[in-house]
């Protein structure tokens, strides 16, 4: 695995480098990091969506209604390209949504015509998988690759895929530990609440932490911790009330603390690895977002065999989490709600297969 294979061949200074992508959002979540550290670097770094995001949820209503979103979006990417420091963004007006029904010759014309246009040193896109498996994904990632490949000898462009990541990283237990750690009491604002729903949900939906993240519903007078259990769950309370009420060995419960709307708890246990030590019960009834790590994956399995290229954007992953917020009509999130530590280890590698060109079959053991 190489770790930095992007340098300009042809001597062409500044390096150029160009992303084709299916939506405004997909630059930032993909290769955000990467594309502020080359463009930091002095790099030319264009972003290009074949569409405006239309179909995207509106998870913030104050910023866009259906009839705005795309206007919206556009002024998005936009406002994401220069918390990332790129050269240009665009956004052309094909479906959201409906990229796989375009006809593929069609496509592949397309992506040939901004590459000649843009004449980059590499061309960076989604590979079979999508990063998500979205449709329209694929079908970005196949035509642009299907371009480079048709025009490797005229433009020799190095192609590198999207890998989404796989990180064995527990974010409840991280949060866990920052909250254990704090001088005071956390209560969390509104917008944290918000902020943390979003995030926690799109980070362990797309490989960037391992946890099982849900909204569950407890009714009044309901266990939502048992004292003696192995702790496992971390829960965020976000309406309802509980009590934590410790049991004595002569059976006596007393209460010895509450915990209302925007607090969590059970975060000693998962922070400490310890058995609960108090039962957690609802005074009515409760809605929490539940933390629930998965089994710790094997690190070997993590890094994929096909890939190539590895960044380390560690340096930048302020830049990347301020673009993602820029996209505020998918993630309403404030940029400073989580400490740095956690999204350091969440975000600060971005990963790439190189597709062109092709590794060589070598005749010796010491070749390059």
Known sequence: MTHDTTENASGR?????????????????????????YASGGAEVRVISLTKGGAGQIRDAS????????????????????????TETRCLDYPDGGLSDIDNHH??????????????DVVITF?????????????????????????????????????PPRSDM??????????????TRFKGTEEFV?????????ATGLGYARDFVNVEWFPSGSYLIEQGEAATTMYFVLSGHVEVRREDQDGRVRVVDRAAPGEFVGEDGIATGQPRNAHVVAVDDVTSLTFRAS??????KLLDPRLTTCIDVSEFVGH?????????????????????????????????????PERELHTSLFDA
């Open 127 to 163: 590979g079979p998988d999508g990063f998500s498996g979205h449709p329209d994904h694929v079908t970005v990632g196949a035509a642009v690759t299907a371009a480079c490949d048709k025009m490797r000898s005229a433009t020799p462009a190095r192609l590198f895929h999207c890998f």
């Open 63 to 86: 910023a866009a209604t259906r009839a705005t979103l795309r206007a919206v979006r556009e002024k998005e990417l936009d406002a994401a390209g220069h918390e990332l420091g790129l």
């Open 295 to 300: 089994e710790p994956g094997e690190q070997g």
């Open 13 to 37: 200074q500044p390096t150029r480098i160009l992303g084709i992508f299916a939506h405004p959002d997909d630059e930032t979540l993909c290769a955000g990091g990467t594309f502020a550290k």
């Open 107 to 120: 496509l592949v014309e397309l992506a040939s015509e901004l590459i000649r246009e843009n004449d980059p």
């Open 194 to 202: 918000r902020a943390l729903w979003v995030f926690s949900r799109e």
């Open 320 to 356: 990347k989490i301020r673009a993602v917020a820029a996209h505020r009509s998918q993630y309403p999130i404030d940029p400073r709600t989580f400490p740095d530590r956690v999204l350091r280890e969440m975000f600060g590698v971005e990963y790439f297969i190189r597709v062109l």
């Open 170 to 183: 527990p974010l409840g237990n991280r949060l866990a530990e920052w909250i254990v750690e704090l001088a």
